[in-house]
């Protein structure tokens, strides 16, 4: 069964992969202007600590735009922290310190000239569990532009329409958008919250464990719609869900006690893994 | 009578002793309640709240007392509404742990513990006659303000440290700035928690009397304030000339005084409990 | 954008810091004031004279009778508070039922809200005649009675200080000691308030400061008669009556008599920021115990 949805997968992504270039000239002049291209992200010699604590070690890793990488690895691991590292949420924790180069498109965003609120609006991020802002499902989603300062209500009025689309949720609020988002069940809270990241076009989105808060249908539901976003964004997932990891990512990083262990095709990593550790972590010997 | 009956005698007759412990401030505000209405309640009219004081009981009234009240409090809470967010915003998101931030602490907590008095002699010598404010309502106000400064730092603090880190997280994730993330969203998620605070405080501020008498606030003032320039009695110090006077009469003024500061406390305190209760009804994170 | 944000930090910065500077200030103002008071009048006279009379012609400046009636009002005050605060905790947190609480508590704290100015109009018209009539001795200024209205004022916050401490012992205690056979009052008494002592005695210590700086009940009901006694029957004046009584009249600034007012409140300032003191770090050490 596994194995047939991987290579189903795997062939739309393919196929979705011819139609990159059509869709940077998605209708929208608000946007498109602004949107690049090229979002290339990688980590040179990346130390992480908390206080004393040395969470991550030297974690060197390309990945390529318009893929999904999956970071896998038992708690602990410093996968979060990791995907942490992209939009610098890290920095938000009294003591933390990196060392080393997070590159995105070619620029470390450690720098001192960058501005991490810019560099945040560029990398979107979806949490663990929904965390939909108390306000109406409107409101949540054209907050990203209003703190951009953009508060032209027609451009505003479309981008909540055009990323309540995107993130599949359009049609089951699309009469209700002044409601408090708190009233939505989890499923669609979640998907508001993707909504909300890629209402202000990141080039890239970070997933915390996006649906290890959901039900299986709405888990379904966010695992298609992180193939169908492929197509625009650069994906990272941390998943403590193997079968999930399988499904949606092109590429998977095994993580253990502060090292990345191994970098691949996620098909690599579950069918023929190299080292030690991976091999018994995916085969289920210990997590 | 074996062990047990003991235990039981002891444990029941302790229950009555509780109930009656537990009442008696309830009696207490009972009997205090009557004998106020019972007191004052026929000196309400109408007359009594246009009428200025005066040497005959029967013509005195709380117009400039209750004038006075709200330039007080109105100014009061200009200056502390905001200046007590501010600090507690400052202490809750942006100062690191440290020891500057353990003096703040300690500080503000030996605050709220100085007695009233003595920030009356503060705002005597401060704002009276160092800043040339007179005795005024704007010295006045200011003192009350530093009075209860405390109350709303706290309450400030205690509600926005009741807002969840998530959301916190999910606003700098879409590029929020310090700024904007405590505006747009901490602070009208902690809004009711805030404002509970705020009415407390100024209820406290409503009472006040002594911090009063010592900046100077008079006890006969024959007019109302045009400005926060101008010299003011409040309500209570209104009160409490009725009650040194000698005569009788003065004293049904005073509880007719106290009837309407009573109300005004419990009105306040009231809404602040229900506006508390709905707030923690509507929040489920 | 990054200057707003830098503009915003020091604004709240200066709200913080303000209340250093009250802080400063109090300290600044009753030391600079007092320190001209005793260049004029010796520090063994105001800590040992029996006397306080600056307002007359044979002034003496024996701060103990204005000391004396405060600690007789707040004695008297902690005695009736105490016990009723701590039982009401108690019953609250152990045997009223829920909605018996959450109507008390509110209903309490009421108490605790109703402004002092009538506190001592209650004080006056109703204690004092209330207790002529057992005791037609006692004068209609005296300390027992403005002491008793104020320990039912201060109940609340006893009470409700420590319902927060014996509701934040741990359950598995109570089950421990209920499993051994003990009843609810033994549990209550030898198990639970021995584990809330510290957030018992925060509250107490609290009350003792509020008590001692209350000013409004003692000024209507206990008279202006600095005495330097312990008989709660006779008229008395305390710290706070003083400060108010030569306020509200015309003392000139920069005379004798204004200056008394300061080293006044200096007393009374370096008791109660001690009291507040011991009980912040009482406080603060329980909290350390529980998380």
Redesign the interface.
Known sequence: METIRIEKKMKTNTEKQHEIVSAEFMPDENFSTKRKVMNKIETKNVHCWYGDFHVLRDVTIAIEPNTVTALIGPSGCGKSTYLRAF?R?ND?I?GFKLEGDVLIDGKNIYDKQMHV??????V??V?Q?P?????SIYENVA??L???GINDKKVIDETVERSLKQAALWNEVKDNLHKNA?GLSGGQQQRL?IA??IA?QPSVILMDEATSALDPISTGKIEDLIAELKKDYTIMIVTHNMQQAVRVSDKTAFFFLGDMVEYNNTKEIFNNPQQEHTRNYVGGRFG | MNNEDI??L??NS??V???F??S???V??G??LV??GM?GMHRISMQFFTSLPSRRAEEAGIFTAWVGTLWIMGTTALIAI??????G???EE????GWWSS??E?????????????????G???FV?LLHMGESILAGSFTLA?LI??IV?VSTRESIKAV?K???????????????TVW??VL??AAGGVMTGII?AL??A?????PL??V?AL?YVPFTPKSVFDSFTVL?IQ??NW??RPQAEF?VN??AG?IV??AI??VM??SA?LLRNRWQKN??W | ?NT??KI??W??????A???L??L??IA??A??SVQFFSEVPLKDFLTDTQWTPLFADKHFGILPLLSGTFLTTIIAITIAL??GL??A???SE??SKTFRST?K??????A??????Y???A???VTPFLQIFFPSLSGFNAISPGI?MG?MI??LISSLSEDALYAVPKSLREGAYALGS????TAFRVLIPAASSGIIVSII?AV??A?????IV??AAGQQPRLTLDPRVPIETV?TY??QV??GDVP?GSLEYKT??SA?LS??VI??I???I??FVKKKYREQYE
């Open positions: 939009n949420m938000l009294d609120n810019e560099l945040r609006k560029n979107g991020m949490f569990k965390n939909p802002f108390p306000k907050y990203g209003r703190v951009n708190l919250c909300r990241a202000i | 235990k039981t002891k444990n302790f229950k002793w509780a109930v412990a537990t008696i401030g309830l207490m505000l009997i205090l004998k106020i007191d905001p200046v007590g967010i501010g600090a915003i400052y202490l942006y100062s690191k742990k003096f703040l300690i500080n503000i907590s030996n605050l709220a513990g100085v007695p009233s008095i003595i920030y009356g002699l503060l005597l010598e401060v006659r530093l400064l405390p730092i969840p998530t959301l916190r997280e999910a606003s700098y994730a879409l590029g929020a700035s310090k700024w904007q747009m969203q009208p998620a407390l209820s406290r409503i009472g006040e009397t002594a008498i010592v100077g006890t209570p009160i409490f009650v040194s004293l005073a509880a106290i500061l009573v406390t419990i305190n009231g409990v929040v489920k | 954008m707003k944000e915003i930090e604004l709240l910065f200066a709200c913080a303000l209340c250093v009250t802080t200030g109090i103002v009753l600079i004031q016990p009723i039982t009401t108690i019953y609250l045997y009223a008390v509110p209903v309490l704290e009421i108490l809200a109703i402004p002092t100015v009538v001592g109009y209650f006056l018209t109703v209205v039912l109940v609340p009843s609810k009052l033994q609290l400061s509020r001692l700086g209350e000013t409004m000024a209507i706070t400060i108010v306020s509200g600034h007012i300061f409140g009374l300032f109660t920021l009291l507040n003191n009980s912040f």
